[in-house]
């Protein structure tokens, strides 16, 4: 079982992505979900995570206001909505599953996506 992360790319400070992350089976509709991201030279670290009902959220400092993360319909699909980007959020974003109810940075994540190059440009 995969995780496929896209959506990706350069954008000018102040602009918008919207990140996707899309599992090869269906299972993941039972897995509390998150967004990570890593900067070069840096660990990497949490972005946002969602339950596994689709009904909680979390976000790191940084990004709250900003970012939201929603499950599609069929609760399988996340969505990473990145708006008002600046230059520090530039990073590989990564998706990742959890065997919980609710995803935290502190939990352990079973599955891992590769990642997707977000760049902002100043």
């Known amino acids: 079982v995969q995780l496929q992360a896209s959506g990706g790319g350069l954008v000018q400070a102040g602009g918008s992505l919207r990140l996707s992350c899309a599992p090869s089976?269906?299972?993941?509709?039972?897995?509390?979900m998150g967004w990570f991201r890593q900067a070069p030279g840096k660990e990497r670290e949490f972005v946002a995570g969602?339950?596994?009902?689709?009904?909680?959220?979390y976000y790191a400092d940084s990004v709250k206001g900003r970012f939201t993360i929603s499950r599609g319909n069929a609760k399988n699909t996340i969505y990473l909505q990145m708006n008002r980007l600046e230059p520090e959020d530039t990073a590989v974003y990564y998706c990742?599953?959890?065997?919980?109810?609710?995803?935290?940075?502190?939990?352990?994540?079973?599955?891992w996506g590769q990642g997707t190059q977000v760049t902002v440009s100043s």
């Open positions: 089976a269906p299972t993941f509709s039972s897995y509390a």
């Open positions: 990742a599953a959890a065997s919980r109810s609710m995803a935290t940075p502190s939990i352990r994540y079973d599955f």
């Open positions: 969602i339950s596994r009902a689709g009904d909680s959220t």
